[in-house]
């Protein structure tokens, strides 16, 4: 009876991807339904009646707009990226400070050659500027292009940048090839991190979890996730990522499941939830479906480790490979090399497999355990965990596995 | 504390903004973007002087918290009875902000109905329905919800009648009808770049064409390759070989990319290879007594399946996929007469020379079935 399940599970599918795109219009239960949460900081509504329409656009706050693009990348929100850019949009200042925020805006947009642009028109300016320096470096890093990265974070000499100095070095040393030390001089900083800001700190424990995972260090993670957070995006990535990759699938479920509006969220829990044989996989894989289907409408191009992934996941191969090739001409982190490795091998592709070896070797960007499995061309559990689990159908036709729990 | 920590444990937050700026920055892991939905429909209203338009107009309650009050209690949660108490409001800010043009008029929005909530993507959205009259058809909007608030919010518009495409449009003033042309217009265009790269890139696909080429300047009498005395045969030749080459990548292509058919990606670039081989071991030693263009046309339908690969998991709605189809195909005719155009001339001028025969004709196929044998034990492993 094998052969009848494929039928009904694409047909559930199915039926769950019409109700979603389809959703008719309904009336709240009640008066007192909860229809959405707002952040805690949400600026006051702009109008309180209707002869507030015609009201003039707020003006520029410099640390507004840094709160705001904070919020874009500590919780996954587009939303504040894009009430950054509208008031950036509204001033002419030319000033540092504005020119660095509208760097920032642009690179958080994915524009890196425009982001570049602007840095490198305020080096211009001032050849020291360290946030300009840190910047330009963290942009040439996520691109690959290690010797010009370093090149910048060189320049941060003044003494009092020396923890920047530092941990800009050993972002760049973590990629190419000096892990090892990278490790010995995050720990150190780490050793300081109770005293310096969050998001400092944050940045710091962020570079020694992707250590720990692509070292399989143990004890570096256990270590590192004590003391992260467990509410801002990144650090959830980052302990989703572990948990997967330990087959954790049932941690990862519980970590995650209140956080399916994050996009990059909602595709680890997918990934925990298909492992687990939740039939809300198959729920969640249909919202990322419509989700995608709006960045495709809207022509958008920032998404495509997203997209990449949740092909995988849907089983779609080749336009999974497809994508993953785009997102590598735009950046490589170790997540984009994740997901074109295993795009690579899902697809078999030997000229990509190649290719990825090559940068590794070139690079000397250390993941032995992908290493092996791209040699090998068959993914382990040891790498592409967080990506690599079944599709909807051949798990339906194996047998329950149940996950393997690690302590975290 | 070393001194490695109190060297660095007095020099911190010193610049505003360098706390966050060494993040490693790509990481926008996505909420959705602000999107709004405009859907206009014409409606059969009898008697009306006016054209009337049923519109549904939806805007997520995360946008609509950031121009109207829907949390007074501000306890961070929006209820439904919170956003009821807004309606006047709402109903206020829509028919202030979303106006729809008719030539030089605007258009009356009249019975409001109630408000509802729909869910897009997971996210609830405010659901308003109206009726639109318009002294003629609607050819504009001035669209100005969140201006100003946020520069990254579009509106979605689709427009039941006319066969018009989606449109997204940004805050402001909007001609309707004239963005859809160049939608479709871009999709056109980057399938047909595509194509042509397809191809020209595809080093299998032209090494198949070449090994079809190279004795199309040929006869074979008496067992014996003899060069054509006149261009005009080969030219025919080549002709015939190219148009069903064509038409058999051509059914292939569109079976799958349709999702017709589906064979998978190893299976069929195994067997593309394979073709290359075949093809280039009937130069040296033919086998199938058939004109080269029924090859052509066998092979082609293989290598078809080949080319959909691009196509076949793309997210593309039908419409949008049968035009990235046929630019897709245009693109690889264009891309196949840009190769054929390069090379035949060149087996034109030489094909009386020994040098045609012993290096391009037996030494070209040969090296050609050891790269075809390559990539074959390349694919299937």
Same mark, same amino acid.
């Given at each position: 009876?094998?052969?009848? =399940?494929?039928?009904?599970?694409?047909?559930?599918?199915?039926?769950?991807?019409?109700?979603?795109?389809?959703?008719?219009?309904?009336?709240?239960?009640?008066?007192?339904?909860?229809?959405?949460?707002?952040?805690?900081?949400?600026?006051?509504?702009?109008?309180?009646?209707?002869?507030?329409?015609?009201?003039?656009?707020?003006?520029?706050?410099?640390?507004?707009?840094?709160?705001?693009?904070?919020?874009?990348?500590?919780?996954?929100?587009?939303?504040?990226?894009?009430?950054?850019?509208?008031?950036?949009?509204?001033?002419?200042?030319?000033?540092?400070?504005?020119?660095?925020?509208?760097?920032?805006?642009?690179?958080?947009?994915? =524009?890196?050659?425009?982001?570049?642009?602007?840095?490198?028109?305020?080096?211009?300016?001032?050849?020291?500027?360290?946030?300009?320096?840190?910047?330009?470096?963290?942009?040439?890093?996520?691109?690959?292009?290690?010797?010009?990265?370093?090149?910048?974070?060189?320049?941060?000499?003044?003494?009092?940048?020396?923890?920047?100095?530092?941990?800009?070095?050993?972002?760049?040393?973590?990629?190419?090839?000096?892990?090892?030390?990278?490790?010995?001089?995050?720990?150190?900083?780490?050793?300081?991190?109770?005293?310096?800001?969050?998001?400092?700190?944050?940045?710091?424990?962020?570079?020694?979890?992707?250590?720990?995972?692509?070292?399989?260090?143990?004890?570096?993670?256990?270590?590192?996730?004590?003391?992260?957070?467990?509410?801002?995006?990144?650090?959830?990535?980052?302990?989703?990522?572990?948990?997967?990759?330990?087959?954790?699938?049932?941690?990862?479920?519980?970590?995650?499941?209140?956080?399916?509006?994050?996009?990059?969220?909602?595709?680890?829990?997918?990934?925990?939830?298909?492992?687990?044989?939740?039939?809300?996989?198959?729920?969640?894989?249909?919202?990322?479906?419509?989700?995608?289907?709006?960045?495709?409408?809207?022509?958008?191009?920032?998404?495509?480790?997203?997209?990449?992934?949740?092909?995988?996941?849907?089983? =779609?191969?080749?336009?999974?490979?497809?994508?993953?090739?785009?997102?590598?001409?735009?950046?490589?982190?170790?997540?984009?090399?994740?997901?074109?490795?295993?795009?690579?091998?899902?697809?078999?592709?030997?000229?990509?497999? =190649?290719?990825?070896?090559?940068?590794?070797?070139?690079?000397?960007?250390?993941?032995?355990?992908?290493?092996?499995?791209?040699?090998?061309?068959?993914?382990?559990?040891?790498?592409?965990?967080?990506?690599?689990?079944?599709?909807?159908?051949?798990?339906?036709?194996?047998?329950?596995?149940?996950?393997?729990?690690?302590?975290? | 504390?070393?001194?490695?920590?109190?060297?660095?444990?007095?020099?911190?937050?010193?610049?505003?903004?360098?706390?966050?700026?060494?993040?490693?920055?790509?990481?926008?892991?996505?909420?959705?973007?602000?999107?709004?939905?405009?859907?206009?429909?014409?409606?059969?209203?009898?008697?009306?002087?006016?054209?009337?338009?049923?519109?549904?107009?939806?805007?997520?309650?995360?946008?609509?918290?950031?121009?109207?009050?829907?949390?007074?209690?501000?306890?961070?949660?929006?209820?439904?009875?919170?956003?009821?108490?807004?309606?006047?409001?709402?109903?206020?800010?829509?028919?202030?902000?979303?106006?729809?043009?008719?030539?030089?008029?605007?258009?009356?929005?009249?019975?409001?109905?109630?408000?509802?909530?729909?869910?897009?993507?997971?996210?609830?959205?405010?659901?308003?329905?109206?009726?639109?009259?318009?002294?003629?058809?609607?050819?504009?909007?001035?669209?100005?919800?969140?201006?100003?608030?946020?520069?990254?919010?579009?509106?979605?518009?689709?427009?039941?009648?006319?066969?018009?495409?989606?449109?997204?449009?940004?805050?402001?003033?909007?001609?309707?009808?004239?963005?859809?042309?160049?939608?479709?217009?871009?999709?056109?265009?980057?399938?047909?770049?595509?194509?042509?790269?397809?191809?020209?890139?595809?080093?299998?696909?032209?090494?198949?064409?070449?090994?079809?080429?190279?004795?199309?300047?040929?006869?074979?009498?008496?067992?014996?390759?003899?060069?054509?005395?006149?261009?005009?045969?080969?030219?025919?030749?080549?002709?015939?070989?190219?148009?069903?080459?064509?038409?058999?990548?051509?059914?292939?292509?569109?079976?799958?990319?349709?999702?017709?058919?589906?064979?998978?990606?190893?299976?069929?670039?195994?067997?593309?290879?394979?073709?290359?081989?075949?093809?280039?071991?009937?130069?040296?030693?033919?086998?199938?007594?058939?004109?080269?263009?029924?090859?052509?046309?066998?092979?082609?339908?293989?290598?078809?399946?080949?080319?959909?690969?691009?196509?076949?998991?793309?997210?593309?709605?039908?419409?949008?996929?049968?035009?990235?189809?046929?630019?897709?195909?245009?693109?690889?005719?264009?891309?196949?007469?840009?190769?054929?155009?390069?090379?035949?001339?060149?087996?034109?001028?030489?094909?009386?020379?020994?040098?045609?025969?012993?290096?391009?004709?037996?030494?070209?196929?040969?090296?050609?079935?050891?790269?075809?044998?390559?990539?074959?034990?390349?694919?299937?492993?």
């Amino acid at each position: 009876m094998h052969w009848i =399940k494929q039928p009904i599970r694409l047909l559930s599918l199915l039926l769950i991807t019409s109700q979603l795109l389809y959703a008719a219009p309904f009336l709240p239960k009640s008066d007192q339904q909860i229809l959405e949460k707002l952040p805690s900081d949400s600026p006051p509504a702009r109008y309180l009646n209707s002869d507030s329409f015609s009201s003039g656009a707020s003006t520029l706050s410099p640390e507004q707009t840094s709160k705001l693009l904070e919020r874009a990348y500590l919780q996954g929100d587009p939303r504040a990226l894009g009430q950054a850019r509208a008031q950036l949009d509204q001033t002419t200042d030319q000033s540092v400070e504005t020119l660095m925020l509208r760097a920032r805006a642009l690179q958080s947009d994915h =524009k890196f050659s425009q982001a570049k642009e602007l840095l490198e028109q305020i080096l211009s300016k001032d050849a020291t500027n360290p946030d300009a320096l840190l910047t330009l470096s963290s942009l040439l890093v996520v691109q690959g292009q290690f010797e010009a990265a370093m090149s910048h974070c060189k320049k941060l000499n003044d003494g009092s940048l020396r923890v920047y100095q530092l941990a800009c070095v050993a972002q760049i040393q973590s990629m190419s090839g000096e892990l090892t030390q990278a490790k010995q001089t995050l720990s150190e900083l780490a050793s300081i991190a109770s005293g310096l800001d969050a998001s400092t700190a944050r940045w710091i424990y962020l570079m020694q979890a992707d250590a720990a995972l692509r070292s399989q260090d143990d004890s570096l993670a256990t270590q590192v996730f004590s003391v992260m957070d467990d509410q801002t995006v990144p650090a959830l990535m980052a302990r989703a990522d572990w948990l997967l990759k330990h087959g954790d699938y049932q941690k990862t479920r519980v970590l995650l499941q209140d956080h399916t509006d994050k996009d990059a969220l909602l595709l680890k829990l997918i990934t925990a939830q298909i492992k687990l044989r939740d039939p809300d996989a198959q729920k969640n894989l249909a919202l990322m479906k419509e989700r995608i289907e709006v960045w495709r409408i809207r022509k958008e191009n920032a998404h495509m480790r997203e997209q990449a992934t949740y092909a995988l996941l849907a089983n =779609k191969t080749d336009s999974a490979l497809q994508l993953a090739r785009e997102n590598w001409q735009q950046q490589r982190e170790t997540a984009d090399i994740l997901i074109y490795a295993t795009a690579a091998i899902k697809a078999s592709s030997q000229k990509d497999i =190649k290719l990825i070896r090559q940068f590794m070797t070139d690079t000397q960007f250390e993941y032995p355990a992908l290493e092996r499995d791209l040699r090998l061309g068959k993914i382990s559990g040891s790498s592409a965990q967080a990506l690599n689990s079944q599709t909807l159908s051949s798990q339906a036709l194996s047998p329950q596995n149940p996950s393997k729990e690690t302590p975290s | 504390m070393s001194a490695f920590s109190r060297l660095t444990w007095s020099h911190i937050c010193r610049y505003l903004t360098l706390f966050l700026l060494a993040m490693t920055c790509t990481a926008i892991q996505a909420h959705e973007s602000s999107t709004a939905y405009l859907n206009l429909e014409p409606s059969d209203a009898e008697g009306a002087a006016d054209i009337v338009y049923n519109a549904e107009y939806e805007l997520s309650l995360r946008d609509l918290a950031l121009l109207v009050d829907i949390d007074p209690n501000r306890d961070n949660q929006v209820s439904w009875s919170e956003i009821k108490s807004q309606t006047t409001l709402i109903k206020q800010l829509i028919a202030a902000q979303v106006t729809l043009e008719a030539g030089t008029q605007t258009c009356q929005m009249t019975n409001f109905a109630p408000l509802a909530i729909n869910t897009r993507g997971g996210f609830n959205y405010l659901y308003t329905n109206f009726k639109l009259a318009c002294a003629t058809p609607i050819s504009g909007l001035n669209y100005q919800i969140l201006a100003g608030i946020d520069a990254n919010h579009r509106l979605i518009l689709t427009q039941v009648d006319g066969d018009l495409p989606v449109q997204v449009l940004a805050v402001g003033q909007n001609p309707l009808g004239a963005d859809a042309d160049s939608g479709l217009f871009a999709t056109a265009t980057i399938f047909l770049k595509s194509g042509i790269h397809h191809l020209l890139i595809g080093w299998d696909h032209l090494l198949f064409l070449f090994v079809l080429l190279i004795p199309a300047v040929y006869i074979r009498k008496q067992k014996q390759l003899v060069a054509v005395a006149k261009p005009r045969a080969a030219l025919l030749e080549v002709f015939w070989i190219a148009t069903s080459f064509t038409l058999a990548h051509s059914i292939t292509l569109s079976l799958a990319a349709l999702g017709i058919v589906s064979i998978p990606a190893r299976f069929i670039e195994s067997l593309i290879a394979l073709s290359i081989a075949f093809a280039a071991l009937n130069n040296l030693v033919p086998m199938l007594r058939v004109r080269a263009t029924y090859l052509a046309f066998v092979f082609g339908l293989i290598h078809g399946f080949g080319f959909a690969n691009v196509l076949v998991d793309l997210p593309l709605a039908t419409s949008e996929r049968v035009l990235a189809l046929l630019s897709f195909n245009v693109g690889i005719e264009l891309g196949q007469l840009v190769f054929i155009t390069l090379v035949f001339p060149i087996a034109l001028l030489l094909r009386h020379t020994r040098f045609y025969k012993s290096v391009i004709f037996y030494a070209g196929s040969l090296i050609s079935i050891a790269i075809a044998l390559w990539w074959f034990f390349e694919r299937i492993m």
